[in-house]
Nanobody, 121 residues
Framework: QVQLVESGGGSVQPGGSLRLSCAAS????????IGWFRQAPGKEREGVSC????????EYADSVKGRFTVSRDSSKNTLALQMNSLKPEDSAVYYC??????????????WGQGTQVIVSW
């Protein structure tokens, strides 16, 4: 079991950028990956990005490809999500979690408490 804590959320105008961080209480080598999910009010939680533990392969949701970039600092047990060209539909609570993506299905566990992102005028 690992504890994850997110930070970096806030408000930004459309087209702006925001950088989120996730801190893990320990190494996550015994999980398939670590990544980000998000949930907008009244919507189901969806996967955003997942980085595999063994080879750093990265999966992105189609909706964020080309705009979001995830990076992992294994030595410091941190995961960052750089979000550029933000859109109002990106507004959500973003969660860090251990993750696995298989045949288009995203599975998350060990959820953090979440950090809110608001993209509006």
């Amino acid at each position: 079991q690992v504890q994850l804590v997110e930070s970096g959320g806030g408000s930004v105008q459309p087209g702006g950028s925001l950088r989120l961080s996730c801190a893990a209480s320990r190494q996550t080598l015994d999980y398939y990956g670590i990544g980000w999910f998000r949930q907008a009010p009244g919507k189901e939680r969806e996967g955003v990005s997942c980085v595999s533990t063994n080879d750093d392969t990265i999966e992105y949701a189609d909706s964020v490809k080309g705009r979001f970039t995830v990076s992992r600092d294994s030595s410091k047990n941190t995961l960052a999500l750089q979000m550029n060209s933000l859109k109002p539909e990106d507004s959500a609570v973003y969660y860090c979690a251990t993750c696995r993506v298989r045949d288009g299905t995203w599975i998350g566990n060990n959820w953090g408490q979440g950090t809110q992102v608001i993209v509006s005028w």
